[in-house]
């Protein structure tokens, strides 16, 4: 099955820095790529997401890079605020199937 | 967007017993359902898949018979953790999804913490 590895597992940034997780997907029938924030004791809320067909998605402070060929995508969060810390999960899939999370990064922004 | 509702949103249960805890997709069918269970500062970890009118398809390691899952509807899937003990302590959360290749999210319930004594 498929195995999503992420790193880092901590990552701690000064308010107004960039902060960018990088995870890995061993199937390359994956071709969705979701990214999700969750704060403690709560539901998993999607942020951005990407499908295979695409390289790259921005919105507005947040933006996704995909690789398909190295099997590898990213997320850039840019302008840091304190409200951004929190556990990111990145996820990856096949269609419509279930998701494999990646194993997490607690991001926190320092004010 | 799509509404997920579990209930309960959290149960304090004695070993021994079972425990069962519903998942519904309030305003749309969802023909695929996901069981996921989170240890504290862990991972979401796929427990099963369930389609509506069809067994679950458990993940490699889980327990079909400790955790049993029924999806005899559209919009509402069950999760009994049976003869829960210590370990089976956890977040529960299930996810929706229309089930259609060209629609890929997911949409997940507010979860359940389960504390077994």
């Known amino acids: 099955g498929e195995n999503v590895e992420q790193h880092p597992s901590t990552l701690s940034v000064q308010e107004g820095d960039s902060a960018v997780i990088k995870c890995t997907y061993s199937d390359s029938a994956s071709n969705y790529f979701p990214w999700y924030k969750q704060e403690l004791g709560k539901r998993p809320q999607l942020i951005i997401d990407?499908?295979?067909?695409?390289g790259e998605k921005k919105d507005q402070r947040i933006a996704v890079t995909l690789n398909k060929t190295a099997k590898h995508f990213s997320l850039h969060i840019t302008e840091t605020q304190p409200e951004d810390s929190a556990v990111y999960f990145c996820?990856?899939?096949?269609?419509?199937?279930?998701?494999?999370f990646g194993t997490g990064t607690s991001l926190t922004v320092i004010p | 967007g799509a509404v997920v509702s579990q209930h309960p949103s959290w149960v304090i249960c004695k070993s021994g017993t079972s425990v069962k805890i519903e998942c519904r997709s309030l305003d749309f069918q969802a023909t695929t359902m996901f069981w996921y269970r989170q240890f504290p500062k862990q991972s979401l970890m796929l427990m099963a898949t369930?389609?509506?009118?069809?067994?679950?398809?458990?993940e490699q390691g889980v327990e079909k018979d400790k955790f049993l899952i029924n999806h005899a509807s559209l919009t509402l899937s069950t999760l009994t953790v049976t003869s829960a003990h210590p370990e089976d302590s956890s977040f529960y959360i299930c996810?929706?999804?229309?089930?259609?290749?060209?629609?890929?999210?997911?949409?997940f319930g507010p979860g359940t913490r389960l504390t077994v004594l």
């Open positions: 996820a990856a899939s096949i269609a419509g199937n279930q998701f494999y």
């Open positions: 996810s929706c999804s229309l089930g259609r290749p060209s629609y890929n999210e997911q949409f």
């Open positions: 990407i499908r295979s067909n695409v």
């Open positions: 369930s389609n509506e009118g069809s067994k679950a398809t458990y």
